[in-house]
Structure formats: structure tokens, C-alpha cells
């Protein structure tokens, strides 16, 4: 099965402080990624995606990604980070068929420090 | 901003009772998820559709059900609920396999 790895459960940051957050997909044909923030009680927001062309993508919020196929990793990055950045992140692989699921990771707690 | 809304957004509920989820998207997708996810902890798949009339398991197992009549509309139901069942349940629909889902606020079921 296609499976997607959050290596970081927890990560704390000061705020200013550059960010980035893992991600390692399993193999397999040229694959759909996410990256999906989670704050408490709420439900998923959409951050950025990569389905093909340039690796380097832009977000919202001021965070970007970069896929690299030689290491199977779709990492999340942002230069600065915000006090308001805190929240649960997930990154996500796209099925390609019928029903096209996405898998998630376990998803990485982003603590943010004044 | 996302067309797919759930209700309700927050449910307590005494054991035995029997339940429906809602979830309704006005997008017009084909594919619909619903995921259970406990607080602080990752989504799991429940139950997926591709369309009318199509319902699937997903990767968890859940003893809930689920029902595509119309494809706006894909609601969960749980027929006896139990504490077991209290989670966040988020419900998810997606276009064509290059676009990203749309995710509803989710339902917080606290079953007592």
C-alpha cells in the first residue's frame, strides 16, 4: 500500500525562526502531494499541491515545497514563522484511479514560541 | 472557500442511540470520504464513494454506514453508538484525481 511518513510528531519553533516540515512518500508512479493545516477542532485547509512541472511550489500563507523524486520527499517550508502558524499539519498522497483516496501521514504538531 | 458543510458540528449522545452524520457538498464532485480522527492524532479512511450509488470501506474499519443517494449528499450513521465511537468525524470530497479534496469543519461525536 501507498503510504506517506511524518517523521517529526512534535516540532517547536521560536517565532521568526525558518520552519520545515518532513515528508517521505512511498514509490510508485509520479504522485499527487499535499500539504494540509489543521487547527484545533476544525477541519483540513488546503496549503499547497504537486502534481507535475516545476518541484519548487508555492502556498498560502507564505509557506512553499519542494518535491524531490530521487528522496521520495515533499518537505514544507517557510522562512519566518508566525506565532499564528501553530496548529497540526498533514501531508497527503493522492491516489490515482476510481476513487482517488488520499492517504495521510500522521501529521506534525507545529509549536510556535514568543 | 470549500462548498461542504457538515452537521452537526458538535454532538453528545447517549449510548444506543442511533445517529446520522451529514455532509453535503454543493460542488458537484463524484468522490466523497468521510475520516475519523481522534483529538491530536492522524485521519483515518472509513468509508469512501465515487459516485452515486457507490459506497466502499476504507482502510479503517468502522461500524458505522454510509449511503450515496444523491451526489450532493453522503451521510454517516451509526444504528447503536458507544463511547468507542466518540471522535472527530471529517467528511472530504474531490473532483477529478488532480485536484485536492475540499474538507468539511467536521462533527465532534461524544457518545456518554
Known amino acids: 500500500a501507498q503510504s506517506v511518513t511524518q517523521p517529526d510528531i512534535h516540532i517547536t519553533v521560536s517565532e521568526g525562526a525558518s520552519l520545515e516540515l518532513r515528508c517521505n512518500y512511498s514509490?510508485?508512479?509520479?504522485?499527487?502531494l499535499f500539504w494540509y493545516v489543521q487547527s484545533p477542532g476544525q477541519g483540513l485547509q488546503l496549503l499547497l499541491k504537486?502534481?507535475?512541472?516545476?518541484?519548487l511550489v508555492q502556498g498560502i500563507k507564505g509557506f512553499e515545497a519542494e518535491f524531490k523524486r530521487s528522496q521520495s520527499s515533499f518537505n514544507l517550508r517557510k522562512p519566518s514563522v508566525h506565532w499564528s502558524d501553530a496548529a497540526e499539519y498533514f501531508c497527503?498522497?493522492?491516489?490515482?484511479?476510481?476513487?482517488?483516496?488520499?492517504?495521510f501521514g500522521t501529521g506534525t504538531r507545529l509549536q510556535v514560541t514568543l | 472557500e470549500a462548498d461542504i458543510y457538515q452537521t452537526p458540528r458538535y454532538l453528545v449522545i447517549g449510548t444506543g442511540k442511533k445517529i446520522t452524520l451529514e455532509c453535503s457538498q454543493t460542488?458537484?464532485?463524484?468522490?466523497m470520504y468521510w475520516y475519523q480522527q481522534d483529538p491530536g492524532m492522524e485521519l483515518h479512511l472509513i468509508h469512501y464513494?465515487?459516485?452515486?450509488?457507490?459506497?466502499e470501506k476504507g482502510d479503517l474499519s468502522s461500524e458505522s454506514t454510509v449511503s450515496r443517494i444523491r451526489t450532493e449528499h453522503f451521510p454517516l450513521t451509526l444504528e447503536s453508538a458507544r463511547p468507542s465511537h466518540t471522535s472527530q468525524y471529517l467528511c472530504?470530497?474531490?473532483?477529478?484525481?488532480?485536484?485536492?479534496?475540499?474538507f468539511g469543519q467536521g462533527t465532534r461525536l461524544t457518545v456518554v
Open positions: 514509490y510508485g508512479a509520479t504522485p499527487y
Open positions: 464513494s465515487y459516485g452515486v450509488n457507490s459506497t
Open positions: 472530504a470530497s474531490r473532483g477529478w484525481e488532480n485536484t485536492e479534496a475540499f
Open positions: 460542488m458537484g464532485h463524484d468522490k
Open positions: 497527503a498522497r493522492g491516489d490515482t484511479g476510481t476513487a482517488s483516496k488520499l492517504t
Open positions: 504537486y502534481f507535475s512541472g516545476d518541484t
